[in-house]
């Protein structure tokens, strides 16, 4: 039987006692280059911090009396209470649809693995829009409802419940990638003697299952709860003022790049606090499998009798989040070809959109690795520091990662200005933190016997990493670069202001669409969008289910 190793650990500085389970990487050129990359990707998710300290240091007083202002203080509130509910609501969601597509004889869980991750790929601005055209107070099911009961007005839906809503329903799938492969890569060991001391199943998947997910389900969480803080279409179109918006609406109605940095500042802040939350709230836990691969096949819960509710909470959750948006989206294409509208040509938008986002999901991966790695293996305060200083980015709202990065282009890098690689460096800053969640959390899972044994029998480091430790590492490296993958196809503000010119994607067109009302113009772009991301995500979850079967 596989054995399963969990062992904690107090220390709190780097260098001060070996951790149980820590590998010691060898003092070598493989160390020291990790270091240097980890160091240069570090200071490079920290640029847009350095430009807001910049501009609002230059602003003077004026623009910290904005930040100390009794309205900001109100707008803090507002966006930390947004972000735990939909953190909370997300977890709520994700674990169980993760548990049930994974270790349960759901009928067509394979399906319901690809579709309950593709609400993903909905931006945030669309997503809310047709919320508000379905469910607001005289959208389209009120109107059914109107013609059948007689119903006259539905329920606002504009503010916290509207934000909450589409928020939740298109952020949980960062959940839910994470803690799927985590639970896939879990040794079943411990459930198999749970199991055989009489426990039932929801007995063990609380006491046994649950806590081994804790690495995965708090990199998820995290997740959600920094691109809660750094939305802007969904809080704006839903009318309820965060950080994001209200840094907009300063920029545009004053032209004040200062105030609105010294407004970001806080956003940073406010992230910086949701991150020493995670880490004094994370256990200090090793969850260890001694093989590659289970020793066993993983058991299958058999639902009975709850097979049905099962089937209804997922048929639920795809409904609202990827039926009712794509169903909009159907009717007013439908709609607008009977008008006789004539629609734009999208190959070369697509073709844009699949060559920046499979280089932005390569580059991140190849930036989160040494970050993750050394997170892991050689764990202390320098190592915590840089894994946690690469969330920064993720929080804050992409017109701000725009504009610095134009400054810094524009000052300091005139040959990279306004091109891809600068486009593919923002998208990086931008979305790191979910290839680096996904890594750490999956090498929290491999052995550290295992590499200790291969380069005891004369394997280099660099061996024992690319030939034992990547392929164990792999599903979560997978599940990251997806997840950069299909949230860089739906980015709109670095693309519109960082794209070289005439660089046009699937999301700018939806957004120049949606933006002159050209519903049927903007429902074909974006329906290709939730097609071409769905192709890559089905094909990773089909792998997923038949490397673990």
């Known amino acids: 039987m596989a054995e399963l190793t969990i062992t904690r650990s107090r220390t709190r500085s780097f260098g001060r006692g070996a951790r149980p389970g820590r590998v010691p990487l060898p003092a070598s050129w493989m160390t020291l280059a990790l270091w240097g990359l980890a160091i240069m990707v570090a200071g490079a998710v920290l640029l847009p911090t350095t430009y807001l300290l910049v501009r609002t240091l230059d602003a003077g007083t004026a623009a910290w009396g904005l930040v100390f202002q009794a309205r900001t203080a109100q707008i803090l509130g507002r966006t930390a209470w947004l972000a735990l509910t939909v953190t909370v609501a997300s977890a ?103 199991r055989s001391l009489g426990y039932g199943p ?144 999208l190959w070369l938008a697509t073709r844009n959109s699949v060559l920046a986002s ?60 306004q091109t891809l690689p600068m486009l593919i460096f923002a998208y990086v800053i931008l979305f790191l933190p979910q290839a680096v969640g996904a890594v750490r959390a999956s090498l929290l899972q491999v052995h550290p016997s295992l590499e200790e044994t291969a380069r005891s029998l004369g394997r280099r480091p660099w061996q024992v990493f690319t030939t034992i430790t990547m392929p164990l590492v792999w599903p979560g490296a997978a599940a990251g670069m997806g997840l950069v993958f299909l949230t860089t196809m739906k980015e709109l503000p670095a693309t519109l202001i960082l794209g070289p010119l005439g660089f046009k994607t699937l999301s700018t067109l939806v957004w120049s669409a949606v933006s002159e009302a050209f519903f049927a113009q903007a429902a074909a772009p974006a329906l290709l969008l939730i097609l071409v991301s769905s192709v890559p995500m089905t094909l990773f979850i089909l792998k997923e289910h038949g490397e673990e079967t």
């Open 92 to 194: 709520a969601i994700a674990v169980p649809l993760a548990w049930l597509t994974v270790r349960t004889d759901l009928p067509f869980r394979r399906l319901w693995a690809v579709l309950t991750a593709l609400p993903l790929v909905i931006p945030s601005y669309v997503g809310a829009y047709l919320v508000v055209a379905a469910l607001g107070p005289r959208g389209m099911v009120q109107q059914w409802l109107e013609e059948l009961v007689g119903i006259s007005r539905l329920p606002d839906i504009y503010g916290f419940p509207g934000a909450l809503l589409v928020l939740t329903m298109l952020s949980y799938p960062y959940t839910l990638l994470i803690v799927r492969a985590a639970l896939l890569r879990l040794d079943p060991a411990l459930e198999e003697a749970s």
């Open 358 to 417: 499979g280089a932005a999901a390569v580059a991140t991966l190849v930036a989160a690795l040494p970050v993750a790695v050394l997170n892991v293996r050689r764990p202390g305060r320098l190592s915590h520091l840089v894994e946690r200083l690469t969330y920064t980015g993720f929080a804050l709202p992409g017109v701000v990662i725009a504009l610095a990065l134009v400054f810094f282009g524009a000052r300091y890098a005139r040959p990279l200005y």
């Open 202 to 345: 929801w007995t063990t998947f609380w006491r046994v299952t649950l806590p081994q997910l804790r690495p995965a389900l708090a990199a998820g969480s995290l997740l959600v709860a920094l691109y809660t803080l750094r939305d802007f279409g969904a809080v704006s179109i839903m009318r309820y003022n965060t950080f994001t918006r209200v840094i907009y609406i300063q920029y545009q109605s004053t032209f004040d790049r200062a105030a609105a940095a010294a407004l970001s500042l806080v956003l940073v802040a406010l992230s910086l606090g949701v991150l020493v939350l995670e880490v004094r709230t994370q256990r200090r836990a090793r969850y260890h499998r001694s093989r590659g691969k289970s020793a066993r096949a993983r058991p299958v819960t058999r639902l009975g009798p709850w097979r049905w509710p099962a089937l209804l909470f997922c048929a639920t959750v795809v409904s609202v989040s990827l039926v009712l948006p794509a169903g909009v989206l159907l009717y007013w294409l439908v709609r607008g070809l009977r008008a006789g509208q004539e629609l734009t040509p």
